[in-house]
């Protein structure tokens, strides 16, 4: 090989390694988290923070069932003073509790994310009476956590941006200042970076990394919301029970889910920046097939983009467990699956989008039924209403399932044109 071609390789090679940053180690070493919902950011509690939220066998569960990291939603808001110069208790018992959870994660080896959630209402036109005392807090924090190990204890400077603050100069403006009251005490830890729009990924677009060097990004997702959030009354618009997914609900919604994966691909392409899901759910009130469509649907997105993930959450108003026993035994089943928990280490089912151009009949269907409109090399995979897979083949046509039992079940159709979902009726 000629000293010019051995020049060229060494300058891929470096440039590659070089492209993998502190903070992309760090990102892909959360694998695969869980967030640690109403508990210290739960300010409507009459007893916030309440003693009895968590303790470490509920963290000992998490890490049973394969979890690695935490992201713990704090409060902080409600305890910085709003007027100059923002005073921080540092002996409110907040930090105690926080700090019990920094030493299970500790005993337990896993990481931890010190999210800053909830109470900053902001606006473009009020965000810059927050700014300081938005930087001052981070200071605070900073100053108290900066002993913690960086590749264990990450600090995420605000949970879902409102989206009422959209004017991206000014939101980048408050986050700098914020880091560089952080950067004050350690430039070892990396920080997240929830962006515009209340972290939706269909927003992702729209943003732009930021100059300092060490900060991971974040994006949720609980598209379509009028599905992942019906039945709850907190939500503000309230989303009837009774929308399936794929959708019987507005399929404008639906869309969002497509488009925003979208994004959230070409953006992870187009920037090279470290990258996780920090918040993704389906709430217990949608139907259960439903959610098991929903979490493959996601849960392939994150195989195929080899994303990090933090659900949101364990055994609470988004349950991936059927009772509030969280052993393997009550595991879902299509969670289990769709995100590798507990025993699982079988890839992914592929979850193909939409596409209806497909027929199959007769449905409800017997003992045989045709599946035309796609191509002879189509992949055919049915599942049952936990998310189990009950059967697949490599070919289209006549398909005997004389061995199903009558029920519903879920047809995903994938071939190199179409994708298509089905729900089958066996009588
Ligand atoms: C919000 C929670 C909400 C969850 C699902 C979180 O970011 O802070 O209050 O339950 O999203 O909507």
Redesign the pocket.
């Known amino acids: 090989m000629s000293r010019f071609v051995l020049s060229i390789l060494f300058i891929l090679m470096v440039g590659n390694a070089q492209s993998q940053t502190l903070a992309h180690q760090r990102c892909a070493a959360f694998e695969r988290g869980i967030n640690i ?1 109403n508990w210290l ?1 739960e300010y409507w509690n009459p007893n916030w923070p309440s003693a009895d939220g968590y303790n470490k066998s509920d963290v000992e569960a998490m890490k049973t069932a394969g979890i690695k990291s935490i992201r713990l ?1 704090i409060g902080f808001s409600f305890i910085s003073d709003t007027v100059a110069p923002y005073y921080v208790d540092t002996n409110h018992v907040l930090f105690q509790r926080i700090d019990s959870m920094i030493k299970w994660t500790d005993e337990l080896n896993l990481k931890l994310i010190i999210d800053n ?2 109470g900053w209402e902001l606006t473009n036109e009020n965000w810059r009476n927050h700014k300081d005392r938005f930087a001052h807090l981070w200071g605070v924090v900073a100053k108290k956590y900066q002993y913690l190990d960086p590749e264990r204890c990450f600090f995420e400077l605000m ?2 941006p409102p989206i009422a603050f959209n004017d991206l100069d000014s939101l980048n403006l408050l986050f700098n200042t914020a880091i560089d009251s952080i950067r004050k005490y350690t430039t070892a830890h990396s920080i997240v970076v929830s962006p515009n729009l209340g972290s939706w990924g269909m927003a992702l677009n729209l943003y732009q990394p930021l100059a300092d060097t060490n900060l991971i990004y974040t994006f ?1 997702c ?1 598209d379509p919301l009028d599905f992942t ?1 019906q039945g709850f009354t907190w ?1 503000d618009p309230f989303y009837p029970e009774g929308t399936l997914f794929p959708t019987t609900g507005d399929p404008f919604y639906e869309n969002f889910l497509y488009e925003s994966w979208r994004r959230v691909a070409t953006w992870k392409a187009t920037y090279n920046k470290p990258l996780f899901l920090g ?1 993704f ?1 389906v709430g217990s009130y949608a139907d259960a097939e439903s959610r098991c469509r929903w979490i493959e649907f996601v849960g392939n997105k994150i195989d195929s983009l080899n994303l990090t993930w933090f659900y ?1 959450d364990w055994a609470g ?2 349950p991936m467990f059927n009772s509030h026993v969280t052993t393997e035994d009550s595991i879902i089943p299509c969670f289990k699956y769709a995100l590798h928990l507990f025993s699982d280490t079988v890839s992914g089912i592929e979850v193909p989008e939409n596409y209806n151009t497909v027929y199959v009949y007769p449905n409800p269907i017997q003992d045989m039924f045709t599946v035309s409109g796609v191509s002879s090399d189509v992949k055919l995979v049915i599942t049952d209403a936990t998310g189990k897979l009950v059967y697949q083949a490599t070919n289209s046509g006549r398909i005997n399932t004389s061995f199903l039992k009558p029920g519903y079940y879920t047809l995903f159709i994938s071939d190199r044109s179409k994708n298509s979902w089905l729900k089958l009726l066996k009588q």
């Open positions: 919902n950011e939603p959630h909830h949970n879902e949720h609980y959030h939500h918040e759910g949101w108003g988004f």
